[in-house]
């Protein structure tokens, strides 16, 4: 069966970096994308970014660039994203989620979430 | 980037209640529109794809409509389980982006 699972939670200091990892399964992991969602205390679903499996082809959200990096081990079938110049306010649960690469492209499977504390 | 917009926000209703949540899209994104549910402390959960496909194992009282910048979302007669927050999204064109979300809440 299809699974995604993430690491766990991590407190991080204002400025620090922080990288959680998305291990997929039961599925060919070059053939879609992971996608990568976060979502505020009390708040909504933001799209941060995506890359492809295969050429880990990457995609971010304009809020994102500069400080994101996604990356992918195709070995482990594995999914990172990297987030640098942590501030407070992105203090959230990041979600992985999985899409095909063709056609309406819905994420179909996520990941449990991944807590990310910022606080000094 | 396409904004969606959902409304109503939230909703206070009953049990075997039909309810119908809109969504609609800044431009035109044809079918390309999904529905998630999401319950308190869990990730969200694909119900809806292409505007008006059933995603394997989801109750058929759910059900969508709608094409270019119109959506809705319908269930049918609400069940005690289908308290939770639901979101559109469209997968025309990057950026992804969400609508911001309708909390179903019992009246």
């Known amino acids: 069966q299809v699974q995604l699972v993430q690491s766990g939670a991590e407190v991080k200091k204002p400025g620090a970096s922080v990288k959680v990892s998305c291990k997929a399964a039961?599925?060919?992991?070059?053939?879609?994308?992971i996608h990568w969602v976060r979502q505020a205390p009390g708040q909504g679903l933001e799209w941060m970014g995506r890359?492809?499996?295969?050429?880990?082809?990457?995609n971010y959200g304009q809020k994102f660039q500069g400080r994101v990096t996604m990356t992918r081990d195709m070995s482990i079938t594995t999914a990172y994203m990297e987030l640098s110049r942590l501030r407070s306010d992105d203090t959230a649960v990041y979600y992985c989620a999985r899409s095909m690469v063709r056609g309406v492209t819905p994420f179909d499977y996520w990941g449990q979430g991944t807590l990310v504390i910022v606080s000094s | 980037d396409i904004q969606m917009t959902q409304s109503p926000s939230s909703l206070s209703t009953s049990v075997g209640d039909r309810v119908t949540i809109t969504c609609r899209a800044s431009?035109?994104?044809?079918?390309?529109l999904n529905w998630y549910q999401q319950k308190p402390g869990t990730a969200p959960k694909l119900l809806i794809y292409?505007?008006?496909s059933l995603q394997s194992g989801v109750p058929s009282r759910f059900s969508g409509s709608g094409s270019g910048t119109d959506f809705t979302l319908t269930i049918s007669s609400l069940q005690p389980e289908d308290f939770a927050t639901y979101y559109c999204?469209?997968?025309?064109?990057?950026?992804?982006?969400f609508g911001q979300g309708t909390k179903l809440e019992i009246k």
């Open positions: 890359i492809y499996g295969k050429s880990g082809g990457t």
């Open positions: 999204q469209q997968s025309f064109s990057i950026p992804r982006t």
């Open positions: 039961g599925y060919t992991f070059t053939d879609y994308y």
């Open positions: 292409a505007a008006s």
């Open positions: 431009q035109s994104i044809s079918t390309y």
